[in-house]
T-cell receptor
Framework: SQKIEQNSEALNIQEGKTATLTCNYT??????LQWYRQDPGRGPVFLLL?????KEKRKERLKVTFDTTLKQSLFHITASQPADSATYLC??????????FGAGTTVTVRA | GAGVSQSPSNKVTEKGKDVELRCDPI?????LYWYRQSLGQGLEFLIY????????KSGLPSDRFSAERTGGSVSTLTIQRTQQEDSAVYLC????????????FGPGTRLTVL
């Protein structure tokens, strides 16, 4: 069956360091992958989209890589800030409409 | 401009009652999606609309769940004869169209079935 796995534990890092989150998938051939941020009591907010033929995408302090051979995406937050503390969700789609989400990784950035 | 709005924000109901959840997408967005998020779990896709049409209803958990969209805008998700396992946060999202687009999520409706 299809499975999407993110870092199973919460990630605690010091302000200024780089946070690296992992999204692994099995039995899936995604056309694209998205990363969302979710704060408590709120809906997810879109951050980045990367297509299957792209290796890397950047947006400000965020960087996403997509390796379809390893079936893995890495999400990096550089120069992390306490305001980056949130849950980060990985989502995959093999077609136009249905997004399948991982359970998320909670990041806490200590000042 | 206004984002996606959902109402009510919280709903507490008794087992066996029917509930109706509402979603107002971003104006001009043709695609609308419903998800369910249970505690500690990822988002579970329920159904999507392209305009007023719902081509794929296979994500709905049971025949107690139904959804409709009118005028290419507002959507309602109805759960009949609610059960305790229906307790979750129901999230609605919209996107400009059905094609590799970011989805804009509403704040969700927290449903508690007693």
């Amino acid at each position: 069956s299809q499975k999407i796995e993110q870092n199973s534990e919460a990630l605690n890092i010091q302000e200024g360091k780089t946070a690296t989150l992992t999204c692994n998938y099995t039995n899936y051939s995604p056309a694209y992958l998205q990363w969302y941020r979710q704060d408590p009591g709120r809906g997810p907010v879109f951050l980045l989209l990367i297509r299957e033929n792209e290796k890397e995408k950047r947006k400000e302090r965020l960087k996403v890589t997509f390796d379809t051979t390893l079936k893995q995406s890495l999400f990096h937050i550089t120069a992390s800030q306490p305001a980056d503390s949130a849950t980060y969700l990985c989502a995959l789609s093999s077609n136009d409409y249905k997004l399948s989400f991982g359970a998320g990784t909670t990041v806490t950035v200590r000042a | 401009g206004a984002g996606v709005s959902q109402s009510p924000s919280n709903k507490v109901t008794e087992k066996g009652k029917d509930v109706e959840l509402r979603c107002d997408p971003i104006s001009g967005h043709t695609a609308l999606y419903w998800y369910r998020q249970s505690l500690g779990q990822g988002l579970e896709f329920l159904i999507y609309f392209q305009g007023n049409s719902a081509p794929d209803k296979s994500g709905l958990p049971s025949d107690r769940f139904s959804a409709e969209r009118t005028g290419g805008s507002v959507s309602t998700l109805t759960i009949q004869r609610t059960q305790q396992e229906d307790s979750a946060v129901y999230l609605c999202a919209s996107s400009l169209e059905i094609s590799y687009n970011e989805q804009f999520f509403g704040p969700g409706t927290r449903l508690t079935v007693l």
